[in-house]
């Protein structure tokens, strides 16, 4: 199987034009897809909000590699590219990562406005990329050579995370489960001698 960069997507757009905005924050926060027209007739099932989300997320960086310049095909994408298209996603966000210049650094409810960037959310980055190397897979593409899962791209979501972390105030920490109980076994009586 080879891999064919947005294939399905006759014009596209263009991610580096002002208009873009909207396009490409539709790739990180799922877009607005609506199921209540959905007929219930003998076609195939309808592809599930993951699928259709990973498609659009596919595309669209597809089309980022095609307006890079010089133009990436995906066979030469690093982790480096992968990078420079996280760090283009940025200008899209809608979370307030505070400096550590400002009064509200580590505030998780700051009092008042201040002029810290609005960045993209560790949390949608993650997920963006999970989606991303299940597609990059799909299309053909092998394990080994994923650029999505590179070490770089790791390391930066962890940086991401930390640093929103300490801006916002919020842990990020993960949840461990409960071990589960043993069964219900009681320890037997002491002797009353």
Not at 57 to 82: E, I, K
Not at 128 to 154: D, Q, S, Y
């Amino acid at each position: 199987m080879e891999l064919v960069p947005g294939s399905n997507n006759p014009g596209g757009y263009d991610p580096m034009i002002s208009g873009a905005s909207s396009l490409a924050a539709n790739i990180i926060t799922g877009g607005a897809s609506s199921s209540a027209g959905a007929s219930f007739s003998s076609s195939p099932k309808a592809p599930s909000r993951y699928e259709n989300q990973k498609r659009r997320d596919w595309n669209t960086f597809c089309q980022y590699l095609r307006n890079h310049r010089p133009p990436l095909s995906l066979g030469m994408c690093s982790g480096a590219h992968v990078l420079e298209f996280l760090r283009y996603l940025d200008q899209f966000g809608k979370t307030k990562v505070h400096n550590q210049t400002c009064l509200f650094f580590g505030l998780p409810n700051p009092p008042d406005q201040c002029q810290c960037p609005l960045r993209q959310a560790w949390g949608s980055l993650d997920a963006l990329i999970g989606r991303l190397r299940a597609a990059f897979e799909e299309h053909g593409g092998k394990p080994e050579v994923n650029p999505f899962g590179a070490r770089a791209v790791r390391l930066y979501l962890r940086e991401v995370r930390d640093f929103q972390a300490k801006a916002r105030g919020v842990s990020y920490e993960k949840k461990r489960k409960r071990p589960k109980p043993k069964g219900t076994q009681q320890l037997p009586a002491p002797d009353a001698n």
